[in-house]
């Protein structure tokens, strides 16, 4: 475990106040800047960024705000919507999780139009939300009430799937629409067929609690997670046991999400400390982190669709780590 020769950030983006949660939009914007929303409390902050990896005439990164949205509480999680968009007529649309357990659908056309669609339904805090990615026109999150609930974008619920204890993470087969990957606090990981709402394949953690888990969607049979202060990857073709783990923090980990670029690399954060989140940066080729990276009072992590850089929240600015190849 690496502790101390922690990188700097690439480049740094100030904001006005501190970041909870920060989240790349996974879709194509139909321009050649990503979509990019960060949330803290009481706000959403929808911008493009631009790296000078992708423009030779921007110099570091360079961040323009759309729009503030307010939000009523604190934001605890945030979902991009695929039907986001800045081409033809612009369409900003991601949905968000706070404490009072409902969901917020915002959809904004960067003008006039901006409309806020509450969702309730859950009975205690909602952990984790994903937007069906082909179409967008269903939500699914994960709860501390044992449930997966799957929404269609008028706030009906489609499904409840039954948990066995705290779901943490759920994700989106990128092609099949009717395939949801969802994590539960106890150790395991199922797979289910929303047609039939039945678990088709479970992986088992062998620790608990498991804290995060990701999919990776550049190759669907990986999967990894956090438990503990370890990193674990499964092969779904293989066994239910991890064919991976190592561990990674000095505290627990917190956070696990795969490039999205990269099927060997993936990124782990440490729980908040008193001053510090660590960040680390794994190829499954090195033995040592490629990357240590810290930042105050760290939060959130998030791939960009393209390059291999992520970004993590923290105390009014965002931190962005560029990966060498």
């Keep these: 475990m690496q502790e101390d ?3 700097s950030p690439s480049y740094t983006v100030t904001c006005e106040d501190y970041v909870h949660v920060v989240e790349f939009s996974p879709f194509t914007s139909g321009t050649s800047a990503s979509l990019l929303a960060y949330g803290g409390n009481q706000y959403v902050v929808v911008g493009t ?13 360079e961040f323009n705000v759309l729009r503030a949205f307010h939000h009523e509480l604190r934001v605890d999680a945030l979902a991009w919507s695929p039907e986001s968009r800045l081409d033809r007529i612009p369409t900003i649309r991601f949905c968000t999780a706070a404490a009072d357990r409902k969901l917020r659908l915002l959809t904004s056309d960067l003008q006039d139009r901006h409309e806020v669609k509450v969702m309730e339904g859950h009975t205690s805090y909602i952990n984790h939300l994903v937007f069906e990615p082909t179409e967008g026109k269903q939500i699914a999150s994960v709860s501390d009430d044992h449930t997966c609930r799957v929404w269609d974008l008028d706030g009906n619920e489609s499904s409840t799937l039954r948990l066995r204890s705290p779901g943490i993470s759920v994700c989106w087969h990128p092609e099949e629409a009717f395939k949801l990957m969802v994590a539960e606090k106890k150790g395991t990981i ?42 674990l990857i ?32 993936f990124a782990t954060t440490g729980c908040p400390g008193k001053i510090s989140s660590q960040l680390l940066i794994h190829h499954l080729g090195h033995p040592q982190p490629v990357t240590v990276g810290s930042a105050a009072v760290g939060s959130g992590l998030s791939w960009h669709r393209t390059l291999p850089l992520c970004v993590i929240g923290g105390d009014r600015k965002l931190c962005f780590w560029m990966t060498e190849m």
Excluded at 200 to 211: E, F, G, R, T, V
């Design 5 to 7: 020769s922690s990188r």
């Design 49 to 61: 960024c631009l790296f000078q990896e992708e423009d030779m005439e921007v110099e570091g990164v």
């Design 190 to 231: 199922r797979f289910y067929d929303l047609v039939t709402q039945q678990a088709i394949l479970s992986l088992d953690c062998d620790q608990a609690p498991l804290m995060s888990a990701d999919w990776c969607l550049t190759n669907t049979i990986k999967v990894g997670a956090v438990a503990g202060s370890d990193w």
């Design 234 to 265: 499964w092969d779904i073709t293989r066994s239910s046991y991890p064919q991976e783990k190592r561990p990674a923090h000095r505290d627990k980990a917190r956070l696990f999400k795969w490039s999205r670029v990269n099927e060997n690399l």
